[in-house]
């Protein structure tokens, strides 16, 4: 089967491209190599996979109108992972506008490219970030999301809303995944991981927001990856008994379908700087400061229907996942102790 993965040069893109061609399918990766953080380490990931017989690269922007058509066009994917937008939260409360940019107007160009080129199944990355104000714990598919408290979030929400009119418009079969705290060997550097462990080895004091009162359902790489995987083999299917009287938020008439992929086991921050601390040999000198805005002080996934309906299991533990992490880091910068 031919996959179209953007973002093939990311954190979570390039480990699903990996595993795709280890399973022998043919894979279209698109990413364009900003510089939100370093480029070096993304191409660092391509490298992985950039060689392999069955793998095409694409050095393009999702706001490229006409190259996005001319992709579907040429390689004719089956089904498309849509990974690649403008991350971060914090960096959106500074730069609003690379988020329009890269996650609405982009996301709008390849839902025109899966529904002009009768695509099986789009399976897009959406985020935790889109329960926003939401106090309901833990967080259900279910629940209500319209507040929003960055602007990366709400175009994460955009992007299941204009999923959904395309599902419903044209038939095409979409699934949003909302991702909760990804991190793993080659994980992005502005997430909290990498910054700790890059302070914590120079001997740098970590900055810990919220005076670690912060938990997170940080969610190991592999089992993201896999998750994604049996989604992405089963597109999806209208729900038929949805009713307008009652509507679930997390299904449809038409082929759409919303879930949570996460560890649904919650870490406290300061329970994962120990893990960090343990991994690396020292303790970190700790900044405590106030929770800063656009944070929600606590993610926690409810992923009942990914259970019931894909027998997903994350079994990675934070303490296994960090210090694999860790091992990384060390090797990749030539950290000695």
């Not at 490219?113 to 329960?131: D, F, I, K, N, T």
């Not at 990366?152 to 949003?176: D, F, R, V």
Request: charged share 25%.
């Amino acid at each position: 089967m031919t996959f179209l993965i953007t973002g093939s040069a990311g954190f979570i893109g390039s480990a699903l491209c990996l595993r795709l061609l280890e399973r022998g399918d043919t894979v279209i990766g698109l990413d364009n190599h900003n510089d939100y953080y370093d480029p070096a380490l993304k191409e660092a990931r391509l490298a992985r996979h950039l060689d392999h017989p069955n793998y095409t690269h694409i050095r393009m922007d999702l706001a490229d109108r006409e190259g996005i058509e001319r992709v579907f066009s040429e390689y004719e994917p089956q089904r498309v992972v849509n990974l690649a937008a403008q991350a971060g939260v914090r960096y959106s409360i500074e730069n609003p506008l690379a988020y329009i940019d890269s996650n609405i107007v982009g996301f709008a160009h390849i839902l025109e490219g899966c529904r002009h080129h009768q695509v099986e199944h789009l399976v897009y990355a959406s985020s935790s970030s889109v329960y926003g104000a939401n106090e309901h714990m833990p967080f259900s598919v279910h629940d209500n999301v319209d507040h929003p408290l960055s602007l990366y979030a709400a175009s994460k929400k955009s992007n299941e809303l204009m999923a959904h009119t395309y599902s419903h418009l044209y038939g095409l079969p979409t699934t949003g995944l909302r991702f909760f705290t990804v991190y793993g060997p080659w994980g992005r550097p502005d997430m909290a991981l990498f910054k700790f462990t890059k302070a914590i080895a120079a001997d740098e004091p970590i900055k810990v927001f919220n005076y670690g009162k912060h938990r997170r359902d940080f969610t190991y790489i592999d089992d993201i990856v896999e998750g994604v995987i049996r989604v992405l083999d089963k597109p999806a299917t209208a729900n038929p008994d949805w009713s307008g009287q009652e509507p679930d938020a997390a299904s449809s008439r038409a082929p759409w379908r919303v879930y949570n992929i996460g560890n649904h086991q919650p870490v406290e921050l300061m329970d994962y700087i120990a893990a960090i601390e343990k991994a690396m040999g020292k303790e970190a000198e700790k900044e405590l400061l106030p929770m800063q805005p656009g944070d929600v002080p606590d993610t926690y996934a409810n992923v009942d229907e990914l259970i019931e309906q894909f027998d997903y299991q994350p079994a990675t533990p934070v303490e296994e996942g960090v210090a694999n992490f860790v091992q990384w880091y060390k090797e990749f910068y030539n950290v000695t102790p």
